[in-house]
């Protein structure tokens, strides 16, 4: 491979800045318009708009696309196939279960104890997405086949989705809440939820980082890849893990996001070609950006009402890919 | 160069998750309501209206998109609905009440935004009585005016009650909520206003508020009379067995236009209109069925 250096620090710089820019829009639009950034110094809830609501929320949405991101290129990466996603574990189903259980034991109650709201739905959206992964690599035996792998995360993401769905029919009040989730949303993001995701985020990031080499090893094949001495098992292991986290945290705050996780990395392959370490960071920049960006048209397109982010990306996501399928089919599909 | 790296990354991330807590522990928490409310946000019909029932229609400055009655709420901000209330348009807004269902989404985020948040979510007479005092007493209305409004629509069902003539008692009802199907069950506040008409709900009270019902079910069950949103006509008669269905065979089937279907199912203080209608079609399909059967 010959890789231009230059090249994709450049590429990062010129993201770092759209970055920056969305992140200037973000905070300067919503459904009260720019006026809230001119008061926001002599009025309080201009002010609070700004800094407790668009902030939190554009960070938030970066933050959610770039977990998203950077689990797409490690899903990739790790399953050797352009299709990888980061909820082909069954994390997504598994979060879905989690809140479908946790509104039938208290939702609609609105008695519900003050640990619950507390905790709420965000702690059993991770908790269900963890449960999905582990169960997932029970059943593949572990990480070494990854065939098993993905059979195994298919069979586990069907099966708890359909128990959620059980859950959905029994309890009729539980419905609309759970509709809400399926429709992934980064407006109900505030400062605890950005700092829970920047937590899971920083150190997903270092340790990709870090095993990216035993990636590059790995896309030559597994014979080839144990020839070098790289320790496969104890790196399926740390990316499996890393996928479930960053997954199940992005899941748990805003609900389903679809493509982006899938569409990150190819955007990034498809601009510069680097190893994948790099193409780690730079797939979290890039699904950051793209949900900054479509967290954005949200709230603007059909202002002051707002479109769940979720089916958004959804449908810009799937029309992108349709269109490099198409595009690339001469080429023999997908890179 | 990967050591200057990694040590830069971890800088910056001590300095970020330092910020971040920061204004984590800045946030206020939820708010005791005090002074009666004078800037309401209502996120739910009925709650809406519960409001406009007891006179401060004219302090509601937000409602949901589907609140549309009374209507000097017509021209009020709609702010989303309760799966995607509009965070931002709230606050800007600068309640000092909103009213919402419980299971409605963002509920913690506007407490966490320091707005004074009240949930409820009335599902039988008993919780919109409840609902009416809660409401009354956060908008600083007397307790005697909120009992007196509970007083007068249990009154006012008791007479439309009593108006049934007998030959229009007893029949067995499906009132039919939404198409998955969902019907409403004898604990609700449908079912309970069936029963005070004398009516008897096909759904039990162990079935739950509103069950799923199978559509087998209901052809077992036989009602003699079902009742029914217009939107939801067409899927009926596409159910196996339901064409024939008794009810339906014989045109014993009230189709409800929106919105009569709107004031169906609320809870709250349009439940008199509601026993209205329903005692109507009970009128209207008994005597239908003493001429087919004389």
């Not at chain 1, 800045?17 to 300067?28: D, E, P, W």
């Not at chain 1, 990306?313 to 992108?320: C, F, I, N, Q, R």
């Not at chain 2, 449908?190 to 009516?199: H, N, W, Y």
Request: charged content about 15%; aromatic content about 6%; glycine content about 10%.
């Amino acid at each position: 491979m010959n890789l231009n250096k230059s090249n994709h620090w450049l590429f990062a710089l010129k993201m770092l800045l759209l970055v920056a820019i969305g992140i200037g829009i973000g905070v300067s639009v919503g459904s009260s318009g720019l006026e809230s950034l001119q008061n926001a110094w002599h009025d309080d809830v201009a002010w609070k708009i700004i800094w407790e609501i668009r902030l939190p929320r554009t960070l938030g949405a970066f933050a959610v696309g770039a977990l998203l991101g950077l689990a797409g290129a490690l899903a990739q990466g790790l399953f050797r196939n352009p299709l990888a996603d980061p909820y082909l574990l069954g994390s997504a189903s598994g979060a879905t279960l989690g809140v479908a259980l946790a509104l039938a034991f208290y939702g609609g109650n609105q008695f519900a104890p003050d640990a619950y709201i507390r905790v709420g739905l965000t702690g059993a959206a991770f908790a269900g997405a963890l449960l999905a992964v582990v169960l997932t690599l029970l059943l593949a035996r572990g990480v070494q086949h990854t065939m098993r792998l993905l059979l195994a995360g298919v069979i586990v993401g069907v099966v708890m989705g359909a128990m959620a769905s059980l859950i959905a029919l029994m309890r009729p009040d539980v419905l609309q809440n759970m509709q809400g989730f399926l429709l992934g949303s980064t407006a109900f993001i505030g400062w605890s939820a950005c700092l829970v995701m920047v937590y899971v985020l920083l150190p997903c990031l270092c340790l990709a980082w870090f095993f990216g080499f035993a990636m590059d090893a790995l896309s030559l094949g597994e014979s080839t890849a144990l020839s070098l001495g790289v320790p496969l098992r104890a790196m399926r292991i740390v990316i499996v893990l890393l996928v479930a986290l960053a997954t199940g945290a992005a899941v748990a705050q805003t609900g389903l996001i679809a493509f982006v996780g899938l569409a990150a990395p190819h955007l990034v392959r498809s601009i510069v070609l680097v190893k994948n370490g790099n193409l780690a960071l730079l797939s979290a920049l890039m699904g950051g950006l793209l949900l900054l960006l479509a967290d954005i048209l949200a709230r603007s397109l059909i202002a002051p009402q707002e479109l769940p982010v979720g089916v958004l990306t959804a449908v810009l996501g799937g029309g992108y890919l349709l269109w490099l399928m198409y595009r690339n089919q001469d080429q023999g599909g997908l890179r | 160069m990967h050591k200057t790296l990694k040590t830069y990354a971890f800088q910056l991330g001590g300095v970020l998750c330092l910020s971040f807590a920061f204004c984590f522990l800045s946030t206020s928490y939820a708010v005791e309501i005090t002074k009666p409310a004078q800037r309401i946000v209502s996120l739910l019909p009925s709650l809406t209206e519960t409001v406009c029932a007891l006179g401060a229609c004219n302090r509601l400055v937000g409602v949901d998109r589907y609140s549309n009655w009374p209507e000097s709420i017509a021209q009020v901000p709609r702010l989303g609905g309760g799966i995607d209330p509009n965070i931002e348009s709230i606050v800007a807004l600068k309640p000092d009440l909103v009213l919402m269902a419980g299971s409605a989404r963002g509920v913690e985020r506007l407490k966490s935004l320091g707005l004074a948040v009240i949930t409820m979510e009335p599902k039988n007479y008993a919780d919109v009585q409840i609902a009416l005092g809660v409401v009354a007493k956060a908008l600083g209305v007397p307790a005697k005016d909120s009992d007196r409004v509970w007083r007068d629509i249990n009154a006012q069902v008791e007479e439309v009650s009593k108006s049934v003539p007998q030959y229009a008692k007893a029949q067995r009802v499906y009132f039919e909520v939404s198409p998955v199907p969902f019907g409403a069950g004898e604990s609700s506040f449908i079912g309970e206003t069936l029963q005070r008409l004398g009516a008897k709900n096909i759904l039990t009270t162990s079935m739950g508020i509103f069950p799923q019902v199978s559509p087998e079910f209901v052809v077992r069950a036989q009602p003699d009379i079902i009742m029914v949103g217009d939107s939801n006509v067409s899927d009926m008669q596409a159910r196996p067995g339901w064409t024939n269905l008794r009810a339906m065979r014989t045109g014993r089937v009230c189709t409800f236009t929106p919105k009569e279907s709107d004031v169906l199912v609320r809870p709250g203080p349009r439940m008199v209109e509601a026993a209205r209608l329903m005692s109507q079609c009970l009128v209207e399909k008994s005597v239908a069925q003493a001429k087919q059967n004389p």
